[in-house]
């Protein structure tokens, strides 16, 4: 009998390595972009009013808050988003894995957004508490999912990431300008209204697919110390908050927003101490991890404070468009006024624009693909660019729009550069029983970059912009540059991460 040759083998049921059915990626990561849309639809729909809906007068349907108490509170909300996913991180890993918690963290978050459409202050403060919470289940969990739709070392990962990045943005495109319309033309809480539904929508898809994701996010790595651990901290949770609202109702204690903020500041720095001392100190690494813990730390710090001017844009820039740009500029005959809220959408429309070429560039350049803290560095150089070029024209009251068109541009290059090479570094550098925790690092780095964000909403009225917007322009882009000569000295401790 002459010999043949062998059959290539068949793709190994549910092996990522061979299923290409998304656009030549895993079939799951369709289930977790569609999810992930929705809930920034929902996200962003919301943030485009929040500060605006705030600083709005009483007779205008607004909360009539200065903008030291607005962007005291937005800083807050915007930081506390972020700073749960540590502890939703742990959940996911050790209680209900990354499926379940993505989930409840979903309808957590519908609640708390149909909250905000209720025309009441405690119900105002309610739906952002909500909103908190169910993003810190949400965030780093999805993401640790898409990381575990691919192997360490399959190609498509960056590209994988980028894919995902771009629904992220496709619902960050709508939202402003459906959410904005309905806010700003009609009423604030319809805008928050229609947060809810678009969180709805994803949670409904999120459970008509999630067999396409297989068995991920279904195991934990928990023990029932780890459950019992869980318990108490829920408990003492609970028992703080609830002291907190009877001291605050019964008037035993009256902090304003600004001395809460201030508090919660120290906090922030407090747990990213401690934290990262717990992480270099705790035993049961290698040599290896600890050198790539060392690397997280080096783009924690660069990823803050690229956070800290980029999410400006839901803040600073957000007033910079309502109060010195000229918005009849833009003015559409069935539109109408063109609106602040609709700003928000330029990232995003440069987001989908120029999303496919950043995925195409890193494959092409695979042999010569820039490291992680390469790319950081161009994200952290145009962001701070952004701010630059801002700071001739940011003491005028009616500025061309297309200033803040330029701006959001530049910033769109470097959040390309910065936040899905940001999303893959982490779920590579991570060890594995500590995956989702790892993620959790991340987003506390937005955290910290949200807080500085809302604080520097805070002094709009009170301190010149274009001196403002320099010292942001200033720190990007000197810090990026000081990444460049760290590139060598990190990839040794990556420990052969790219």
């Known amino acids: ?173 709508i939202a402003p ?8 033309n009609i009423n604030w809480h319809y805008g928050f209204g229609a947060a809810g539904i678009g969180m709805t929508l994803g949670i409904i898809q999120y459970v008509a697919s999630a067999r396409f994701l297989g068995t991920a996010g279904l195991t934990t790595t928990g023990t029932a110390d780890d459950v019992r651990r869980f318990r108490l901290g829920a408990i003492v949770a609970a028992v703080v908050i609830a002291a907190g609202i009877v001291l605050t109702l019964t008037g035993a204690v009256s902090l304003t927003a600004e001395q809460i903020s201030d508090v919660f500041g120290v906090v922030l720095i407090a747990i990213v101490i401690l934290f990262f001392v717990w992480l270099l100190t705790t035993k049961g690494y290698s040599a290896t991890d600890r050198g790539r813990f060392w690397a997280i730390l080096v783009l924690f710090i660069a990823s803050a404070l690229f956070w800290s001017a980029f999410e400006q844009a839901g803040s600073t820039l957000n007033l910079f468009a309502e109060r010195n740009t000229n918005m009849h500029a833009w003015d559409f005959p069935l539109w109408g006024l063109f609106r602040a809220s609709y700003f928000q959408s330029f990232n995003s429309v440069f987001l989908i624009a120029l999303a496919p070429v950043f995925a195409w560039l890193w494959i092409a350049l695979r042999r010569h693909d820039p490291s992680s803290t390469a790319k950081f560095s161009i994200g952290l150089i145009f962001v701070g660019l952004g701010f630059a070029i801002l700071i001739p024209v940011a003491g005028g009251t009616a500025v061309s729009p ?15 550069c910065l936040s899905p090479v940001g999303l893959s570094a982490m779920t590579k550098l991570a060890p594995v029983r500590i995956g989702g925790l790892m993620m959790g690092v991340w987003f506390l780095s937005i955290s910290v970059g949200d807080y500085i964000g809302g604080r520097l909403a805070s002094v709009y009225e009170t301190f010149p912009l274009p001196e403002l917007f320099g010292i942001v322009a200033g720190f990007c882009i000197v810090v990026g540059m000081l990444l460049v000569f760290l590139i060598r000295p990190m990839k040794r401790l990556m420990g052969g991460v790219n």
């Open 402 to 416: 297309w200033w803040l068109t330029l701006t959001y541009l530049l910033h769109t290059v470097g959040e390309l």
């Open 177 to 184: 300008l459906i959410c904005g319309y309905l806010g700003e």
């Open 1 to 173: 009998m002459p010999e043949t040759a062998a059959a290539p083998p068949g793709p190994p049921p549910g092996n990522a390595q061979w299923d290409r059915s998304f656009f030549g990626h895993p079939r799951g990561l369709s289930t977790l972009f569609f999810t992930e849309m929705w809930e920034r639809f929902s996200y962003y729909g919301m943030r485009a009013l929040l500060i605006l809906f705030m600083t709005a007068t009483v007779q205008k349907g607004g909360l009539g808050f200065s903008t030291s108490k607005a962007g005291s509170i937005y800083g807050l909300y915007t930081a506390m988003v972020f700073l749960l996913s540590l502890p939703g991180g742990w959940i996911a890993d050790r209680i209900t894995g990354q499926r379940r918690a993505i989930l409840w963290g979903g309808i957590v978050i519908a609640t708390g957004h149909f909250c905000m459409a209720i025309p009441r202050i405690d119900t105002f403060y309610l739906g952002l508490a909500l909103i908190v919470l169910g993003t810190g289940l949400l965030k780093p969990n999805i993401s640790t999912m898409v990381g575990a739709l691919y192997s360490k070392d399959d190609a498509r990962r960056d590209a994988g990431f980028s894919i995902f990045y771009m629904g992220i943005n496709i619902g960050a495109l």
